[in-house]
């Protein structure tokens, strides 16, 4: 019995520029889920065809990303998944749209990409909206959970399109939930120092530090903060990245025990996530969120094809608009997503750093740990 | 200038005109129009850096000033695509003749003229990062309507014939350069400033012009990459990469001459798409082929990649350990 | 023509030139000479708008120039040549000189064409389409001379246009810088080649550290005393008595 | 103590020197005559080592130097007052003197640019000044004397006396004239015809890439056809 | 308005911040002295003396300040050679074919170090990192102090190398006048590679006194590059106490704007400070001289 032709599937992430780290990551993710969906026999309802990775390189800008959409559809994928960022994701779903090539966005976040009418468009994770509401209303809990309350809240986030995206919505809330504002901070990503950053914080002494910023000037302002002795009753990130990344957590156990981050985070206690992490691990780097989702989303697809029972993107676009999907590791019950491609039951989940270990600590349904608050 | 000085341009177009419609796939299509913005581009850098000798590190600030208007104007003000084209040139000008009038003015060249160049540009994406009307950091998206009245073409063959028409332009307005007074003040003063002077060249007017028109053509390829990509950030827009590769094609291909920036565009893209196919999926790898080709191709071709072609004709008389000319006399 | 009223200027701390007055009539050719780093060069400067004036006044055919930019004096009709030669090293010969010529007229091939005989007027014929890169020094001094001359000056500011000639060579040149004057163009001139000084000028003005010491016809200007110190020598001033220039002792 | 034979170079493509022979004896000043562009400088440059030869030979004290490089060239002893001075416009009178030096016995710097000094009182002057901010003659001077910094055995004088004033081109020659007293050989290239051959005991002349005259300096101060070629007698 | 302490603990950070820019910027001002091009290359190298310093401490134990001792000979071993055997050669001595020459090895070398090392970002943990020196209510950092300090005996040195030393003089000589530089017997191509070794070792200093406060992966050295630029034009292009002073400015102005305007808009205010001076005193405040 011949093997039939093997479904092409195009993962478009960022393999070389600045965010070439996270492309890898997301890449191992996507590469243990096909062996997974090809070790179990292939795509059943295609009489066990295989599907095969190709990876495109966005190189960490839109032009590129949108020039390896096409490269991806002169080979002939069926679908496209990933982006990573926000502006790569909106060139390159685009691009795609002009041949009706469904795209699957992994975790940009911007609220833009979807809802632009393009009907190719989906996109897995949460959007800024979606992560924000979720974060703001743990953070409430958080807060009102503590005997000793945080009042005074400052903001610090890189000056791109998410870091300032999410201070906006941020300045917009928290003083309804009684939160004072007293600071607002914002740097340039690469960002040479922190400590002009960390001298405001250190005299205004807020309760609370929210940091949205890309890894490096993550760890690069924890360490700061540690030096000049600024300790807030707690920092909670969003998409803090650094947070939810055990690099930081390994090599800077003491600048990252208690920080907490909301952000796409796998479920702990799910078999593929020790596997995940050993995958990584074996690649000699360290575990984030990219990882998880790309592999959960490469699964999305595999079950898409199963059920439209054709590699046909037509069939494959309508499949995913009108039928639910396992999300496997990832915290979304059952992927649904709506009229305007955004999956409806995504979610953030909150950790913490504690003792040495990145630990879940919101929603409860998945928890790992109580949260620790305040931390100081 | 007549009609016969246009003739060499005619047959380039020709090719470049017919190439769309032979069944490219839509990479190759993407990525010839990716090649005429760039060449756009380079040949504003050209007018500038080449026929002037004022190297710039920082056309980004025109190219986004043109790719933002065509953006903000018909996002946020309801303006025809084609209106927004025209006013993203002119805007972009302006701020060619800004920047010119600030920097000209103090005599700045050479590096220092390079460098403020790029802190304007800089400037200009600081800016552009953190305030409203350009979207911030979340940058723009212009809704995909397409038709011809939209500026946005479907079917992308017809694309690339727009933006090579633009590249036209630039050809005959180089072309034009050669043949001209203007052209001739303009290389005068990128020989010797003070000598042109001397013979009743207005230097500053000339360097004024100089950097209009290169700023307009430079523009014009912003305006082209909004409608082609429909997706702007400051990044996109005044981010160094264009600098770099406006004045990388430019200089690769040849510099002050009429087929160069099309020619060093070309290349370049082309030898950046190839070199991805021989990267063997190692990141990076691709880029270091790109790196090493680079240095080699200049090595060899010292006068650029048009410089190669015209190697034949160049006159053999051209001094080959150039004597210094300037020696910093009392003369002031 | 050319009427210098007063002029100074000082470099931080050295007087350059101090305090000089003088003109140059219509027709003529003028001569300036004075021993090395006299202030002739930076006289020469100011007067055609390259070195901003200290003090004093600058006046062509009537009309204040003082703080005029040079390219409008040029299109009055003052070119300057410069002694530290200035060629636009990259273009031919031909080219450098059609860059004066343009002055006169848009179109390229009248200027291309102005170029070629102005060229061929000063012996640049054979080098036309060289690189004005490869010329020598005695060249390329001939090349500045060209260009100027192809804006149709009405002054020209000569500065050492002689300089590195042979004395057959500037025998040969003598009536050729005549003819331009014969044209119409007033000549002011700086030259330490004493043969042409006193072959060519019917006034020599003499500069030294900055002032005026003497001026008058060469023939007398050359024997007076400060002028032999300074600027002369002994030697020179013996020979050109033989020549049968006849200064005064 | 320099011999060059059949020298052949030029720029690109262009032939400027077509098989020269010269030679210079120790303690000879010779000069080296011809209209503009001949090749006059060229010479020099081959003999500097800055231009490459297409053929022929030139040798210094005994041993071959047309593949040294520059610096071993001036290390030979031989060194060159370049046609436009080419002094260093941004070092000053005093920074361009020790560079002079570059190659030379360090220990003896100090002596000699009180030497110079002492020929040049406008130098001293000036020390203190940056070179590019001296007249066209102060240039000249100073170029002289940088050439004098290295304690060379054969001097090539380019044009020493343009833009010289005509006391100074006096002064100048006689310099020379001392210089050469005192054991140094001089190779000089110089427009002002007559008062070199006043002073060079030997003179080549070149003509179209090649010496067409060479003589005793007494006898070619004679001869009627140079007399007409170059003195515009 | 912020308490005094505050105020003065962000001005001597951005002393200490700047002295370090300025190392860099000496490097690049140096080269761009004698070659008269803008060194593309520089962050690249600068990323590559980083992977140096993590190198020797992840694979040899060496501390980072005692790495430099080790690295500097190295950089400047490579800087001479990428300049007489790369850069020389292939620039053909034009300004523009030099540029791009530069700009090639800075792909070169960027996309080496991310096939390398992958774009993974490291740091140095020393138990110096996170120390501080109490000076009454002030919290200094000691790295950074130390770094401070390091910085001015380095720039000391080059100075008095440029000044001093007929080396120096001819690194000067050749910036101007190349021809009459071989007519005195300098190798020029000699002195060429010895000014890039020179500007490349002044990295590797930078390289150690980074390290211990920040982090390096492939792209790192972009970030001090720019600011490198303007410091370059601030103090006069090719004048080494130009750089210096320039650097210290810079580090000062950037931290009094960040810290009174926020961090991205302070980056606005070391470029509109860097235009204003083009502007008004364009060839820098220190004048441009090497
Ligand atoms: N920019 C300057 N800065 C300082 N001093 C200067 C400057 N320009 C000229 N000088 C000085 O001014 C004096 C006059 O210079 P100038 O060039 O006018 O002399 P000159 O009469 O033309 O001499 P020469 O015959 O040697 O060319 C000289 O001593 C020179 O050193
Ligand atoms: N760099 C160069 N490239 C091409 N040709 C050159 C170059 N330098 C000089 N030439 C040509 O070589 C010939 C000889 O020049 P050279 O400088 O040797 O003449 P010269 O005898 O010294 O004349 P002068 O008396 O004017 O100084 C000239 O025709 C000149 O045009
Ligand atoms: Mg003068
Ligand atoms: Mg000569």
Redesign the pocket.
Known sequence: RAQPAAVKIGLLQPMSGFLAGDGQLASIGAKVAVEEVNAAGGIKSLGGAPIELIIGDSQSNAEAGAQATETLNDEGVSIITGGFASGISTTATQAAARYDLPFIVDTAVSDAITGRGLSNTFRFGPSFSIATTIALANLQRLNDAAEDKAKTVALVHEDGLFGSGLAGLMQEKLPDMGFEIVEVISHPTPARDMSNVVLRLRSLNPDLIIPSHYYNEFVLFARTLQQQRVKPKGIYAIFGGAASSYRFVNEYPEAAEGVMDCNHWGMPDHPATAKLMQAVKDEGTFYAYNTPTNYALIHVVAQALEKAGSSDRAALTETLKTQDFDPTVMPYGIVKFDETGQNQNALPLNTQVQNGDIKVIYPEDYAQAEPVFPVN | MSARDLFPILPVLLVLAVLPFLGLSGSLLNLLIFMMIVALAAQGWNVLGGYGGLASFGHAAFFGTGAYAAAILQTRYGVNAWAALVAGVVLGSLVGAFIGLLTFRSGLKGSYFALITLAFAEVLRIIANSSEITGGGAGIVVPIDYGFENLQLRDRRFFVLLAVICVGVGLVITRWLDRSKFGAYLIAIRENEDAARALGVNVMNVKLGAITLSAALTALAGVLYTQNFLFLDANVAYGPWISIEALFAAIVGGLGTMFGPLIGAVVLLGAGEITKEFSGGIPGFDLLVFGVILIITVAFAPNGLAGISLKSFRRK???????SSRDGGADA | MLEIDRLSKRFSGLVAVDDVSLRVEHGSITGLIGPNGAGKTTLFAMSAGFVPVDAGNVRFEGATVTSMPPHERTRLGMVRTFQIVQPFAGLSVRENIAVGAYLRTPDRADALAEAETVGNRLGLGP?LD??A???????RKRLELARALATRPRLLLLDEVLA???PTEIRDILPVIRSIRDDGVTIFMIEHIMQAVMNLCETVYVLNEGKLIAEGAPAIVCGERPVIEAYLGQGAAARLRAEGGQPHA | MLEVRNVRT???E?E??RGVNLTVAEGEIVAVL????????????ALSGILPLWSGEIEFTGHRIDQRSPAEIVEAGLVQVP?GRKIFPNLTVEENLELGNYRGDRSRRKAMVADVYATFGRLKERRRQYAGTLSGGEQQMLAIGRGMMSAPRLLIL??PSLGLSPLLVEEMFTLIGRLAGEGLTILL?E?NVMQSLEIASRAYI?EN?EVVVEGAARDLREDARLRQAYLGL | MYPIPIIAEALINGLMLGAVYALVAVGLTLIYGVLHIVNFAHGAFLTLSMFGIWLLWEHAGLDPYLSILMLTPIMFGLGYGVQRFIIGPAGHGRDNSILLVTLGISIVIENGLLVVFKSDTRTIATDYGFRVIEIGPLLLSWPRAVGFVATMATAVIVWLILNRTDVGKAIRAVAKEKLGARLVGIDVNHIYAMTFALGSACLAVAAGLLMPVFYVNPQTGGAFVLVAFTIVVLGGMGSVTGALLGGLLIGVVEAASSLFLGDSLGQLGIFVLFILVLLFKPTGLFGARI
């Open positions: 008389t051209r001094g080959h350990t150039a004597r | 080098m060289f690189a890169s490869s010329l020598t020094v005695a060249g590195g000639l042979n | 030029g720029y690109g262009t400027i020197l011809g209209s503009n562009g001949v090749g006059k400088s060229t010479l020099n440059m046609e380019d044009e290239v427009q070149l890439g």
